[in-house]
């Protein structure tokens, strides 16, 4: 039971996670191409700030990755973990109307 356990409470912080919409619209923006916080924030219409304190909630959480180009950083959703994440916001979908 105790592994069942451990389970359930990881895929609740998970669904905690992805329970916020500026999280999902950024992870929905990095599911379709790398982009750094300017082109995110100009797409999402959001400060600088508050994407950058929810990319590090994701990077935290292993649902974004990072990586440098000189000065500025670009982040992504980590390959292993693309397909599983566009399973789980279509299937999702039926839910939100």
Not at 33 to 62: D, F, W, Y
Not at 69 to 79: F, I, L
């Amino acid at each position: 039971m105790a592994g069942q356990e451990r389970k359930a409470q990881s895929l609740a912080q998970a669904f905690r996670i992805l329970g916020d919409p500026t999280r999902l619209a950024i992870l929905s923006a990095l599911g379709v191409e790398e982009m750094n916080v300017s082109e995110l924030c100009r797409k999402l219409r959001l400060n600088q700030p508050t994407v950058s304190r929810h990319l590090g909630i994701l990077k935290m959480s292993a649902l974004s990755e990072a990586r440098r180009n000189g000065k500025e950083m670009y982040y992504s959703v980590p390959a292993s973990k693309r397909r599983a994440l566009k399973a789980v916001l279509q299937r999702a979908e039926p839910l939100a109307r």
